[in-house]
């Protein structure tokens, strides 16, 4: 277990939805990513946030949005996204960055836009 | 540019034994590490390697050389369950991970 959750693990939208991936992290860590994982690519950073606050935005389209709520919990809302979004998304959580520290993930969401 | 490279797909036969390579090239370097992702999975941590040399877990080993910008990692008495995708990943000097593409290793009987 890796102490990392996400849902849904499967999502199904049409372009006009708007729908939001949940990240929780039960491991006490200060920092949380987002990434993007397609097929035969490498993880793509999406989104960092070090003790609640935005450090990373590595020119993510606008109809991603990112919300912190607090250490333990993030967000992702999405809104009129496109086909080529369709991948896997994966949070991640470690005790800080800036450092050499282990990021643990979660399983993923499974998106999917129509 | 940031590079990561590692083959795209190998396969090892059942109680043999495997060498996944990766080669960087990396503004600066703060650390290797390598994780193991099953399909439909959560990537989860294999090893990590600072200092040039192996380092053994079990029948899992990693190695590193700095000046060649390569590592590998060695799979010893390999299990079905060891189909998975294995991803190489460098902590550039803004200790930014710099993945690669990933490794699918498919295990035969």
């Known amino acids: 277990e890796t102490g990392v959750t996400q849902t849904p693990r499967h999502l199904v939208m049409g372009m006009t939805n708007k729908k939001s991936l949940k990240c929780e992290q039960h491991?006490?860590?200060?920092?949380m990513y987002w990434y993007k994982q397609s097929a035969k690519k490498p993880l793509e950073l999406m989104f960092v946030?070090?003790?609640?606050?935005?450090?990373e935005n590595n020119s993510v389209p606008s109809r991603f949005s990112p919300e912190c709520p607090n250490s333990s919990h993030l967000f992702l809302h999405l809104h009129t996204l496109q086909p080529e979004d369709s991948a896997l998304y994966l949070c991640?959580?470690?005790?800080?960055?800036?450092?050499?520290?282990?990021?643990?993930f979660g399983p993923g969401t499974r998106l999917t836009v129509l | 540019g940031q590079n990561i490279d590692q083959p795209t797909e190998m396969t090892a036969t059942e109680g043999a034994i495997v060498q996944i390579n990766c080669t960087y090239q990396t503004s600066g370097f703060n650390g290797l590490f390598w994780y193991q992702q099953h399909a439909g999975e959560a990537p989860t941590f294999l090893s990590y390697?600072?200092l040039d040399g192996l380092e053994e877990k079990g029948r899992f080993s990693s190695f590193l050389s700095r000046s060649k910008g390569y590592s590998y990692l060695l799979l010893k008495e390999l299990q079905m369950k060891d189909s998975a995708s294995y991803l190489c990943?460098?902590?550039?000097?803004?200790?930014?991970?710099?993945w690669g593409a990933g490794t699918k290793l498919i295990i035969k009987p």
């Open positions: 990943a460098v902590t550039d000097s803004n200790y930014q991970l710099i």
């Open positions: 991640a959580s470690s005790q800080v960055i800036g450092s050499t520290d282990t990021q643990y």
């Open positions: 491991l006490g860590h200060n920092a």
């Open positions: 946030y070090n003790f609640k606050e935005q450090t």
């Open positions: 390697n600072v």
